[in-house]
């Protein structure tokens, strides 16, 4: 079981201590299925909230992270229409970094990928059927919209300081859908800059 230690130090955070704080991408883009099993096409506002957990203790692993929330507005609308809560999480030692979240459609994701502590770029994966970095749906999702692969990619405009005013992502969860031979490609991107 997992401990929590005592402290956080964000010296240790490697690439994730860029993102500690509050974020807003103005305009979105996202591409998902409408209704109908078509294709919609979304602007949308953001906010992100990250904050340091202490140090968390597997035995031997020590990983530092953050507590993350995401809640998407579509542009002209006052209803969030995609939240996200989770944890980021760094592995100095295997030069790991993960992000593990919940959304509140009955899915959760571990993805992962390997980093240097200063890295410009962070590209982490997770596959259906993984048992390391994997994808768990629930029964409808599963028959309905099956995630079977999902990518991410993160990459900081930052200067010679730690200090980080914005950064992008390209997200892409591969679907596929009963009746539609083709993978479908479920995309987000933005540009975050801090609050």
Known sequence: MATVGQGNDLEKMGPLARLVGIWEGVKGADVAPSDDRGTEQNSFHERITFDPIEPVQNHEQQLFGLRYATIATRIGDKVPFHEEVGYWLWDPAA???MKS????????VLAGG???ALARELK???ELGSPTFGI???PFLDREFRTFRFELTVRFQWRESR???EWSYDEDTQLMMPGRPEVF?????NVLRRK
Do not use: K, M
């Not at 919940?102 to 899915?107: A, E, F, L, M």
């Not at 490609?185 to 991107?189: I, K, L, P």
């Open 163 to 165: 200090t980080q005013d």
């Open 185 to 189: 490609h479920h995309t987000d991107r």
């Open 101 to 108: 979240f919940i959304v509140p459609r009955g899915i959760t």
């Open 95 to 97: 030069r790991q970094v």
């Open 114 to 116: 390997s980093a240097d």
């Open 124 to 126: 982490l994966v997770a």
């Open 136 to 138: 768990c749906s629930n």
